[in-house]
C-alpha cells in the first residue's frame, strides 16, 4: 500500500490542520472615521446597563431612610473611586488587553491559559496549532517561544489539578453573567417604567410590571435582526442620555452645592467608615451597582475592538457618568428626604418628560449590553464545547462575533419575564442584583492574574500587585452583597449554579464521546484494511485487518462524515462491523468552518489521498456566512477536484521520466512580443473580464517574434507541483492569447525529439497532444475560444489514451508505475462520477451506561442528567449539512459514559 502515498502533495500539513492558506481579514478598522464609527457603535451596545444606573444607585445605597451630609459625601466617594477603579484602571487599562484574537469575556481568559498549557479544545493542541499566527494574542505570541524555558510558571499553567479548578471556577463565572442577562433587563426596565408613578400616583404597580413586560418581549424579539441594527439606532439614544445627565449634573451642582468635589479625596470614604462602619460595609452592596455594566466592556469586546471600547469610554462614559452622579449628590445634600427617587426628584423643571422617555429607551439599551454579551459568551462556550451546538446565526458580514442564538434569546426572555413578574419591584430586584456581578468580577481578577504570569510572563511582582489590591477591592463588595441572599440574592447564585452544572454536564460527556471514539474506533487507515493480490485474476483484494474478513467494493460513492482530520472515521468502522462492504470510491468528508464570512470556491476543499487505492479524505471549508449544500451537485464537485489533481499528478509522473515529456504550449512560444505595442496583459486580466475586451490583434503586417533560444530551450520537470488547481496548459495558453497572440501556420506545440516515447519496449504511450492555427483574423474572443476549444479536445483525447493504456497494461516498467496507479485511480474516479449513484453515511451517536451502577453519586448527578440534555439537544448533521434524505445512511453509535 505504500506505493499510494504522495500520489500528489497539494496539502501542507499546515493547510491540512489550521486551514493555513486562508487569511482570516481585518474586520475592524482601527484608524479615523472607521474607529470612530466602530466607538459609537459601542455606545448603544455596551453602555446602556452602566449608564443607566443612576436611576436607582442611590435609592439602593440608602433603602432605609433620609442620610445625613457626611453619609452622602462618604457614599459619592464610594461611588467615584469604584467607578474609576473597576472601569478604567481594570477592565479599560488592563483586562480588555486580555483578549482571545478580539474576543472577550470568561471564556476568552479560559482560551488564553488552556493554549498556553498547549492543550487543544479537547486534548493536547497539534504542533501546527501552536505556529499559527492567531494562536496567539499580543503579548503571549512573543511568550510561545519561552513556554517550555520558564519552568515555574509552566509548570503552574500545566497542572492537571489547577486546570480542573480553572474550568470550574470558568463555568461558574459564566453562569453568573448568564444570570446577570436576566437580571439587568429587569432591574433597568422596571425603575425607567416607575417614574411613571412620580408623574401620575394613580399609575398602578400591575400596570407598570405589564408595560414593563411588553417593552422587555418587544426588545427580544428584534434581537434577530443583529447587533449592527442594534447599535445604529440604540447608540444616539444612549448618546444623548449620557450628555443629557451630564448637562442635568452640572446644572445641579452650580445649583445646590459646588462643594461635592471634595469626594474626589479618597479621606471621605474612609471617614464614612470609621463614623459608620456597619452601614457603611451594608451600603457597599448598593454601591456596587454604579458598576454593574463593567463586565460588558470585556464580554462584548467581539462586537467591536479594544480601541473602539476605550475611546467610547474615556472621551464619553466616565465623564458623563462621574458629573450626573456629583450632580445627585449635589441634590441630596439639600433634599435628602428624596433619596428613594433621587434621579427623577432632581430633574430641573420642565424635563422630567423628555428624560422619562430617554430613561425609558437607555433602559432597554441597557437590557441590550447583557443580551449581547449572551449570545457572545454562549457562543464561546460552543466552540469550547461547554454547551450542546445550538443554531448560531451570524448576523453580520465583516464582525465574526455579532451572532444571534434563537434558542439563547427565547430563554433569557421567559427568565425575564418570570422574574418581573416574582420581584415586580426595582427595589426587590435591586437585592438579587449585583451578586452576580461581583462573582464575575473576583473570578476575572484570579483568571488575570495567571494570565499575567503566565500568559504575559510579568514579574511575579506585578501579578501579585494586581491579584491583591483587586481582591482587596472586590472583596469588600462581595462580602457586603452575601448579605442580600436570603433578600434575594439567591436567585443569582441559583442561576449560575444552573447554568455551571449544564455546561459542566455537556463537556463531561462530551469528553467521554470525544475519547472513546479516538482510542477505540479511529485507527488509522493502513492498520485498518490490508490489501491482497488475488492469484488468480491478480485483482487487488481489501480486507479488515483484525478479523481478515474480505471487503467487497461496489460500483459509486460513498461519502463518510468525521469531525476528526486523522483516522479511519467511526462511522466507517461501525458499518463494516454489520455490512462488509463498501464504494469503490469512498470519501472521508470532514467539514470545518473557518472565521471568514465566505471561502471562494476555488479555496473550498483540502484533498488527501490515503494509502488504499479508491479511499480520499477530503476537508470542505466553509465561512460563518456560507449556506453549507451538500447534495448531488456537492458530491460531482469533490470527485471533479480529485480527478484534476489526479489528472495533473499523471502528467508529472509522465513528464518527470527522462524518456517523455508532456509539453506545454509556452516551452516553445516563449515570451511572445509584437513590434508594433508590447501589451502584456495577464492571465489574471482576461479571466477577471467577461467578455473579454481587451486591445484587437495587431495588424496582418506585424509579424510575431520568437526568440531563437526559446526556441531551442529544453523542457525541464518541474520540482514543485503545481499549486493550480486546473493545470498549467490552460493557464499558459490564456496568457498567450491575453498577450494579442496570432498563430501561423508553422508554429508548432512539440520539438521532434519530444514526440517520440523512448526506448519503452513494454509500454508505448501517445505522443502529446499537437494543435495547430492557422492564420488568424478573426477577434482577441474568438481565438481564446477557439484555443482553449482545441487544446481542451486535444489534451482530453491524449490524456484519454494514456490512461487506457497505463491502466490496461499487463506489464508497466518501473518509470510508468506510478503513473500507471494514478491512471487506474482516474478510471476509477471517472466511473464513481458517471455512475451517479451516492451514498452519504453518517453517524448517530448516542451515549450507553451500565445497568447496574457502581456508583449512584455518578449515576444521579452526571450519567442522567447528560442523557437528558443529548436526548432534549441533539444536532441533526444531515439538516446543517443540507444533506437529501434519499441518499442518507445513517449508522447508530453507541458510547459508554
Not at 80 to 101: G, H, Q, R, S
Not at 602 to 625: D, N
Not at 694 to 709: N, R, W
Request: include cysteine; charge should be neutral.
Amino acid at each position: 500500500m505504500a506505493r499510494f502515498r504522495g500520489l500528489f502533495e497539494r496539502v501542507t500539513r499546515a493547510q491540512w490542520t489550521a486551514d493555513a492558506d486562508i487569511k482570516v481579514p481585518e474586520t475592524h478598522s482601527t484608524k479615523g472615521a472607521g474607529l470612530l464609527w466602530l466607538a459609537f457603535g459601542t455606545i448603544g451596545v455596551v453602555y446602556g446597563d452602566i449608564g443607566t444606573s443612576p436611576l436607582y444607585v442611590y435609592a439602593s445605597i440608602f433603602p432605609e431612610g433620609p442620610p445625613s451630609n457626611t453619609e452622602v459625601i462618604g457614599a459619592m466617594s464610594l461611588i467615584f473611586w469604584t467607578i474609576t477603579l473597576l472601569l478604567l484602571v481594570k477592565y479599560a487599562l488592563i483586562v480588555l488587553f486580555a483578549d482571545d484574537n478580539g474576543n472577550g469575556g470568561t471564556f476568552a481568559l479560559y482560551s488564553l491559559l488552556r493554549r498556553q498549557a498547549e492543550r487543544g479544545v479537547m486534548g493536547p493542541a497539534l504542533p501546527s496549532e501552536l505556529e499559527l499566527s492567531h494562536y496567539g494574542s499580543g503579548s503571549f505570541a512573543k511568550a510561545k517561544a519561552q513556554s517550555m524555558q520558564r519552568g515555574w510558571r509552566q509548570r503552574v499553567v500545566t497542572n492537571e489539578t489547577l486546570q480542573k479548578i480553572v474550568r470550574v471556577l470558568v463555568v461558574i463565572g459564566v453562569g453568573a453573567i448568564l444570570g446577570d442577562g436576566v437580571l439587568t433587563p429587569a432591574i433597568s426596565v422596571v425603575s425607567a417604567c416607575e417614574g411613571i408613578q412620580i408623574a401620575d400616583p394613580s399609575f398602578t404597580r400591575g400596570a407598570i410590571v405589564g408595560l414593563a413586560m411588553a417593552i422587555l418581549a418587544g426588545l427580544f424579539l428584534i434581537q434577530q435582526f443583529g447587533t449592527a441594527l442594534m447599535s445604529k439606532v440604540f447608540s444616539p439614544v444612549v448618546m444623548l442620555w449620557l450628555l443629557g445627565n451630564a448637562v442635568i449634573g452640572v446644572v445641579n451642582i452650580a445649583k445646590y452645592d459646588a462643594s461635592v468635589f471634595k469626594a474626589i479625596s479618597p479621606h471621605y470614604f474612609m471617614r464614612y467608615f470609621i463614623d459608620d462602619g456597619k452601614t457603611a460595609w451594608k451600603s457597599l452592596g448598593g454601591v456596587l451597582l454604579c458598576a454593574t455594566g463593567v463586565e460588558a466592556l470585556f464580554a462584548d469586546l467581539g462586537h467591536f475592538n479594544r480601541q473602539s471600547v476605550q475611546l467610547s469610554c474615556f472621551a464619553l462614559l466616565y465623564p458623563c457618568i462621574i458629573l450626573t452622579y456629583f450632580g445627585q449628590t449635589a441634590y441630596l445634600l439639600k433634599h435628602p428626604e428624596n433619596v428613594g427617587s433621587t434621579y427623577y426628584k432632581s430633574l430641573p423643571h420642565g424635563t422630567f418628560w423628555p428624560m422619562f422617555i430617554l430613561a425609558t429607551l437607555a433602559a432597554i439599551v441597557a437590557s441590550q449590553a447583557l443580551i449581547s454579551a449572551s449570545f457572545q459568551i454562549v457562543y464561546q462556550a460552543i466552540a469550547q464545547g461547554f454547551f450542546p451546538r445550538f443554531h448560531v446565526v451570524h448576523t453580520s458580514r465583516k464582525i465574526l462575533g455579532q451572532v444571534y442564538i434563537p434558542l439563547v434569546n427565547y430563554m433569557l426572555m421567559t427568565l425575564t419575564l418570570v422574574v418581573v413578574g416574582i420581584f415586580q419591584k426595582s427595589a426587590k430586584l435591586g437585592q438579587a442584583y449585583g451578586l452576580a456581578v461581583i462573582t464575575d468580577m473576583v473570578l476575572t481578577t484570579h483568571f488575570m492574574t495567571l494570565v499575567i504570569l503566565t500568559v504575559w510572563r510579568r514579574p511575579l511582582y506585578e501579578g501579585l500587585v494586581f491579584y491583591f489590591f483587586f481582591l482587596l477591592v472586590e472583596g469588600s463588595f462581595l462580602s457586603s452583597t452575601i448579605e442580600k441572599i436570603p433578600k434575594g440574592g439567591w436567585f443569582s447564585i441559583m442561576m449560575a449554579l444552573i447554568y455551571a452544572a449544564i455546561m459542566l454536564w455537556w463537556y463531561w460527556g462530551s469528553s467521554h464521546k470525544r475519547a472513546f471514539f479516538h482510542t477505540k474506533l479511529m485507527p488509522k487507515l493502513d492498520r485498518f484494511f490490508r490489501v491482497k493480490v488475488a492469484e488468480d485474476s491478480k485483482d487487488e483484494q481489501l480486507f479488515i485487518a483484525k478479523s481478515d474478513t474480505r471487503v467487497l467494493r461496489s460500483p459509486g460513492l460513498g461519502l463518510y462524515y468525521s469531525d476528526s482530520i486523522f483516522g479511519t472515521p467511526p462511522v466507517l468502522v461501525q458499518h463494516l462491523k454489520s455490512f462488509p462492504i463498501i464504494h469503490e470510491v469512498v470519501i472521508f468528508m470532514t467539514n470545518r468552518f473557518v472565521p471568514v464570512p465566505e471561502v471562494l470556491p476555488a479555496e473550498r476543499f483540502l484533498i488527501e489521498q490515503l494509502g488504499v487505492g479508491g479511499f480520499y479524505h477530503c476537508i470542505a471549508r466553509y465561512g460563518y456566512m456560507d449556506r453549507v449544500q451538500q447534495g448531488t451537485d456537492f458530491a460531482e464537485t469533490v470527485l471533479q477536484h480529485i480527478l484534476i489533481l489526479l489528472t495533473d499528478s499523471l502528467k508529472e509522473a509522465v513528464s518527470d521520466n527522462g524518456a517523455y515529456r508532456m509539453r506545454s504550449p509556452t516551452d516553445t512560444w516563449g515570451s511572445l512580443d509584437f513590434s508594433h505595442h508590447g501589451n502584456q496583459n495577464s492571465l489574471r486580466s482576461i479571466r477577471e473580464t467577461a467578455p473579454v475586451t481587451h486591445p484587437p490583434p495587431p495588424p496582418a503586417d506585424v509579424s510575431i517574434m520568437i526568440p531563437p533560444e526559446v526556441e531551442r530551450r529544453k523542457a525541464t520537470p518541474s520540482s514543485t507541483p503545481s499549486s493550480s488547481a486546473y493545470g498549467d496548459l490552460e493557464m499558459q495558453q490564456l496568457d498567450a492569447v491575453a498577450n494579442g497572440s496570432q498563430i501561423n501556420d508553422e508554429q508548432d506545440f512539440t520539438s521532434e525529439n519530444e514526440n517520440t516515447v523512448g526506448s519503452a519496449k513494454d509500454l508505448s504511450l501517445p505522443a502529446n497532444p499537437e494543435v495547430r492555427w492557422g492564420a488568424a483574423d478573426f477577434s482577441l474572443g474568438r481565438v481564446a475560444g477557439e484555443a482553449l476549444r482545441k487544446l481542451d479536445e486535444a489534451t482530453k483525447e491524449w490524456l484519454d489514451e494514456v490512461v487506457d493504456k497505463l491502466a490496461d497494461a499487463e506489464r508497466v516498467p518501473s518509470r510508468h508505475k506510478r503513473a500507471a496507479v494514478l491512471a487506474k485511480e482516474i478510471r476509477l474516479v471517472r466511473k464513481a462520477r458517471d455512475s451517479q449513484h451516492v451514498v452519504y453515511m453518517l453517524g448517530r451517536a448516542t451515549p450507553q451506561i451500565a445497568e447496574k451502577p457502581t456508583n449512584i453519586f455518578k449515576r444521579l448527578f452526571l450519567e442522567i442528567p447528560y442523557l437528558i440534555l443529548v436526548n432534549n439537544f441533539h444536532s441533526d448533521a444531515a439538516k446543517t449539512y443540507n444533506i437529501p434524505q434519499d441518499k442518507l445512511y445513517e449508522v447508530g453509535m453507541q458510547y459508554k459514559i
